[in-house]
């Protein structure tokens, strides 16, 4: 009996070990091994992480000034916002209109004269020397009226006081706008032999009077020796925003 038990319990040992699952070949468990082992987890994961976008979070807050950003809201309403621009670049005040009623002195017209000239107001060519400068006004009669469509003849010396007797260099004529206003851009003429600089006009009103005269400007050489210049036609001078010069000077006609 015992020895059929025993037999029996060979048998059933046996038939339990043929059952059990066989262990995987040596080459496939070392696959298994090597793979988590040849992707290394812990240096791929910091450039990863050092490349999350955060130099532009901290860059973008503070390239952006704090004034520009408060100047942004009143942009929303045109009619306040103009005070902030004016602010930074007021634009040149239009010349005060110093009118008293007394006409503006008459002045010799000199042997340069040339009629016939053209109508321009730049009197400014390439090439050219010297200073440039801006000179604006208006033409008024004695009650300080703009007279509009009044012609304004100029011509002066260029930059080495030189005049043009045969040509049309340095001259030109103009009429003013319906405000009065003229506008000439030229050059500081030059000094010649007796005179300090400055430039001749005729000023006619149309149907009225003409007013021949001279303008002069301050500070030049010559002025306190030249027996026609007058206090009233001196101009001051005051610097452009291009680094030109600018001036301004009201004729008053007679009536
Ligand atoms: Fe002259």
Not at 113 to 126: F, G, H, K, S, W
Not at 165 to 191: A, C, I, K, S
Request: hydrophobic share 35%.
């Amino acid at each position: 009996m015992t020895q059929r038990l025993h037999i029996l319990f060979i048998t059933f040992m046996l038939l339990l070990a043929a059952c059990a699952p066989s262990p995987p070949p040596a080459s496939e468990a070392q696959t298994v091994v090597q793979e988590p082992s040849d992707t290394p987890v812990p240096t791929v994961v910091p450039p990863t992480h050092t490349a999350l976008p955060e130099p532009a979070n901290t860059a973008g807050p503070t390239d952006v000034p704090m004034a520009e950003a408060t100047q942004t809201p009143p942009a929303a309403n045109g009619a306040t916002a103009t005070p902030l621009p004016t602010g930074t670049a007021a634009p040149t005040p239009a010349p005060k209109i110093v009118c008293d009623g007394t006409p503006t002195p008459a002045q010799a017209e000199g042997p340069y004269y040339t009629p016939n000239t053209p109508e321009r107001a730049d009197l400014v060519e390439a090439g050219m020397g010297g200073t440039q400068i801006l000179v604006t006004g208006k033409v008024l009669n004695q009650a300080c009226e703009p007279i509009a469509g009044a012609k304004l003849d100029f011509w002066q010396t260029d930059a080495n006081g030189e005049y043009d007797n045969v040509g049309y260099r340095m001259r030109g004529h103009q009429f003013t706008d319906e405000n009065g206003n003229y506008v000439l851009e030229t050059v500081l003429p030059g000094v010649y032999p007796g005179r300090p600089p400055h430039i001749h006009v005729k000023v006619n009103a149309p149907g009225g009077p003409v007013l021949t005269t001279q303008i002069y400007f301050e500070g030049q050489p010559g002025n306190e020796n030249d027996g026609l210049v007058q206090p009233s036609l001196i101009v001051p001078l005051t610097d452009a925003a291009d680094g030109g010069k600018a001036a301004a000077f009201n004729f008053v006609l007679p009536n």
